[in-house]
Nanobody
Framework: QLQLVESGGGLVQPGGSLRLSCAAS????????IHWFRQAPGKEREGVSC????????KHADSVKGRFTISRDNAKNTVYLQMNSLKPEDTAIYYC???????????????WGQGTQVTVSS
């Protein structure tokens, strides 16, 4: 199945920054709303951010507003998640996914990635 490929995760100290990338494999991202969501041990999956196909509109969960920024570069077929002021509670596996729907509660995706681990710890 075609998928998205995430990269950029790693270990970072509280207050640090990471930039995640999401690149399409075998298809174009242009028609799709792109979502970032995360899954942490003992927690339900949380929709973090999404961006419209044009890049004009974005949404961010309250838990990350002011700290995370989603963006896209359709010429590079890539979507980014800039994460600043990271907190231990941001520790999770981060996934990107492509959907025809816009919103933080979307769960039906046409394409998705296998995730990248983000660990925030001293």
């Amino acid at each position: 199945q075609l998928q998205l490929v995430e990269s950029g995760g790693g270990l970072v100290q509280p207050g640090g920054s990471l930039r995640l990338s999401c690149a399409a494999s075998g298809f174009t991202l242009d028609p799709y709303v792109i979502h970032w969501f995360r899954q942490a041990p003992g927690k339900e999956r949380e929709g973090v951010s999404c961006i419209s196909s044009s890049g004009t509109s974005t949404k961010h969960a309250d838990s990350v507003k002011g700290r995370f920024t989603i963006s896209r570069d359709n010429a590079k077929n890539t979507v980014y998640l800039q994460m600043n002021s990271l907190k231990p509670e941001d520790t999770a596996i981060y996934y990107c996914a492509a959907s025809l729907y816009y919103g933080l509660g979307v769960t039906d995706f046409d394409y998705w990635g296998q995730g990248t681990q983000v660990t925030v710890s001293s």
